[in-house]
């Protein structure tokens, strides 16, 4: 295939294209890897080291901010942030719905009430008119995830804030590079949360994470927080504790890796962005809605997600051919059984029910190759043409979910 469309009735190469490919990025970098890794060893600071303070620093300057403070997930980001400024039992805090259950069960974790919100129906991301009917006295912050890679409505959420007194934790943990109107990603808000899980854009060997913000008591807040709140950690007497703290660090061999990695992710995005906007070309037409297109950096691509009527049928014909694709996510949050309590039901939020029958995402990855997206827009296209032959009455019966082993 080259850049035109092929011919309505090919079908792919057999090649076979993972949904994504770790190993690739870590051959390019491998010498360097080793050498960090054997200095890290060699001075045996594991934990808390020169690398940790050094990716903090670096990692602010990146992101445009005054502080960044390592921790050890995206789900510790995200609890200490929320820690920090205060959320306690009681309070309510607007989260997605259509997100990953880290986003909510950061907020239980504190005694607090995830209060659900919809997607837009044009979109991914929360939709800031629904979150608005839904403050209450109680509520107290607003989590925007910026999901797949692209922004949220900052815009709109911004002003939600500031007109209820709410703050803003921003979950960056899909979106790590991405813009909003030339700003960072995470540098919005109160804070900005980053997962570092290897399938991210920036990814650690392992897990990992930051909280990035311009509010100096409270990085020192989340600093203290982070190491089991020992005094010591601002100053103070060790082995004294003001606060109950959590046992939350970036260890020093992600940070060395990821010292590494973080100049190189303006690059890697922008590959991922070119393929975005190939696929783009390949697949117009094609009658599957396709994510929003962005040649600013605002969409960088964690995920390249369809939303397509017989979504089941469409990942069959994918899988048959040996082309990796992943669900995200397969059940939105107020119907899982972790948040039954809350009393939802189906049909709450139907923008967000609709979006997790329809979503399915297909490969996407810096190194990926153009021979490899043109052979899954080919797939794509060929059952797309078959479809349009058939009707949709002759559509591939949807089958039971399938496992989906892709952590984000």
């Known amino acids: 295939m080259t850049d035109g469309k092929p011919g309505p009735g090919s079908e792919a190469s057999g090649v076979s294209v993972p949904f994504i490919d770790l190993t690739a990025q870590h051959r390019s970098l491998q010498a360097d890897i080793f050498a960090a890794l054997q200095q890290v060893f060699e001075s045996s600071a594991f934990v808390m080291g020169p690398n940790v303070t050094s990716f903090e620093e670096e990692m602010a300057r990146f992101c445009g901010v005054e502080h960044a403070v390592g921790v050890a997930s995206g789900t510790d980001a995200l609890m200490l942030s929320l820690a920090a400024l205060g959320i306690k039992p009681g309070d309510e805090v607007l989260v997605p719905s259509f997100t990953y259950t880290a986003t909510a069960a950061a907020v239980c974790h504190l005694g607090a009430r995830p209060v659900f919100v ?58 790590a590079g991405g813009r909003w109107q030339g700003k960072m990603l995470g540098s919005l808000g109160s804070t900005g949360c980053f997962s570092f899980y290897p399938t991210k854009n920036l ?48 260890d020093e061999i992600h940070a060395a890796i990821l010292r590494l990695k973080l100049p190189q992710l303006d690059g890697w995005n922008q590959l991922r962005i070119a393929h975005a906007e190939r696929y783009a070309r390949l697949l117009s037409g094609s009658g599957i809605a396709l994510p929003a297109r962005s040649a600013d950096g605002s969409h960088v691509y964690c995920l390249y997600t369809l939303r397509c009527a017989d979504r089941d049928g469409l990942r069959r014909h994918l ?71 058939t009707g949709p009455d002759k559509r591939a019966e949807i089958g039971p979910e399938e496992r989906v082993t892709h952590e984000l």
């Not at 919809?118 to 209450?136: C, K, Q, Y």
């Not at 048959?320 to 119907?335: F, Q, S």
Request: glycine share 8%.
């Open 118 to 175: 919809d997607s837009l129906p044009d979109g991914f991301n929360l939709d800031p008119a629904d979150a608005e009917r839904r403050v209450t006295p109680k509520t107290r912050a607003i989590i925007p995830v910026h999901l797949y890679g692209e922004a949220a409505p900052m815009g709109e959420v911004l002003s939600l804030a500031q007109a209820h007194d709410l703050r803003v934790v921003e979950d960056v943990a899909q979106a």
């Open 203 to 250: 990814a650690a060997c392992g897990d990992g994470g930051a909280v990035i913000t311009n509010d100096g008591e409270l990085a020192d807040r989340i600093r203290l927080l982070r190491q089991q709140a020992d005094a010591a950690v601002l100053g103070g007497r060790k082995y004294y504790h003001p606060a109950v703290g959590y046992n939350s660090r970036l």
């Open 319 to 389: 899988t048959e051919r040996n082309i990796g694709t992943a669900i995200y996510y397969p059940l939105p949050l107020h119907l899982q059984e972790a948040y039954s309590n809350l009393g939802h039901k189906s049909g709450d939020l139907p923008v967000a029910e609709r979006l997790a029958e329809q979503v399915l995402s297909i490969p996407i990855y810096p190194e990926l190759a153009d021979t490899q997206i043109d052979t899954v827009a080919e797939t794509i296209l060929a059952m797309a043409a078959k479809g349009a032959e």
